[in-house]
């Protein structure tokens, strides 16, 4: 025989040594567990913990059948009880719901503010027709030069781009 040979035959020999050594020694392990008075006694008990356990479960479950319709309908009442009252809620206090404002014109009211001034729609006018002219005399100037000046012929994109 050669050295490869010989050394492979060692090797299959003690691997099935370990698994047979591995398959009596579990083997002796839960024999004697399963013939101890001890342990027979521990795994009945723990059954019946079990089947205790397993019981509370199905009961568990059978009253969340019977009482589900009750339970949602008052989470519902909730829920919605929440969603209308966060609907109307009116934190600045000028009559008008929320939802229906701009998030940046929200604001709490103090009790020393002074109500806006009262503008009519012809001073609103003149005042619009009056920011219209001071935009129209500037000229429309673009920035070319990524902010080094100002030209006022457009390109299609920044110098540098």
Known sequence: MDGCSSIS??????????LLWTFVNVAGIIA??????????AAAIQEEKDAVVEEALTDLSNRRQENAKILSGQMGAGMF??????????SD????PDIYERPS????????????????????????DKRLRERAAQPVTYDNSNGQGHDTRPTQRPAGR
Not at 11 to 17: F, I, K, P
Not at 81 to 90: I, R, Y
Not at 93 to 96: R, T, V
């Open 105 to 128: 014109k929200r604001r709490k009211v103090a009790e020393h503010d002074t109500p806006p001034p009262a503008y009519d729609e012809e001073m609103i006018a003149r005042m619009v």
């Open 81 to 90: 009880k929440t969603m209308v009252s966060e609907l109307s809620l009116d």
């Open 93 to 96: 206090g000028d009559g008008l």
């Open 32 to 41: 004697f567990h399963l013939s101890s008075p001890d342990a027979k006694i």
């Open 9 to 18: 035959i060692l090797l299959r020999a003690v691997c099935s040594g370990q």
